[in-house]
């Protein structure tokens, strides 16, 4: 009888799953964007989901019960301050999956795991980062030209001479 097996085992060794699991979720919830393929976003969407649920509710039992996965304690208390708080009037679905297309090496479906409610923050600071960039730009040929003068003084040295013989 073909019986439904609980979960993807993903072709690793129990202690090797719960480190990539453990992993992906720190990283998930650090950054609230990751790029991954579609069977180990699937799995590692079931732990997320139920660690925003918990951290809805901030209590001693919660946070231990969480820390047991997630060992950061920074992505902890982002955890429960920022996020439990975020999705406090959703009923569930805190994650989504964006579909990019197959993998050039060996084909396998990537896919874009990231939180449904983002931060104005993530959002908005990658067009400031953009920006921040642009001045450092516009100073570099600036520092360019100031060289470049240096570098024609010898040239006009060298046509004086050829003007003075």
Do not use: W
């Not at 997320?48 to 996965?69: P, Q």
């Not at 060992?71 to 406090?88: A, Y």
């Amino acid at each position: 009888m073909n019986n439904k097996t609980g979960f993807n085992r993903l072709n690793r060794r129990p202690a090797q799953r719960r480190a990539l699991i453990k992993n992906m979720v720190t990283s998930l919830f650090t950054h609230e964007r990751i790029t991954t393929t579609k069977a180990k976003a699937l799995e590692v969407r079931r732990y997320a989901e139920k660690m925003v649920t918990r951290a809805k509710v901030d209590s001693v039992h919660n946070r231990r019960e969480i820390a047991k996965t997630i060992t950061q304690d920074d992505v902890l208390k982002k955890l429960f301050t920022v996020l439990g708080p975020r999705f406090q009037n959703r009923a569930g679905g805190y994650t989504r999956i964006l579909k990019l297309g197959q993998r050039f090496g060996d084909a396998a479906e990537m896919v874009i795991l990231e939180l449904v409610e983002r931060t104005e923050k993530t959002e908005a600071a990658a067009p400031e980062a953009k920006a921040a960039k642009a001045p450092k730009a516009k100073a570099a040929p600036a520092e360019d030209a100031e060289a470049k003068p240096a570098k024609k003084a010898p040239a006009k040295k060298a046509a004086a001479k050829k003007t003075a013989e």
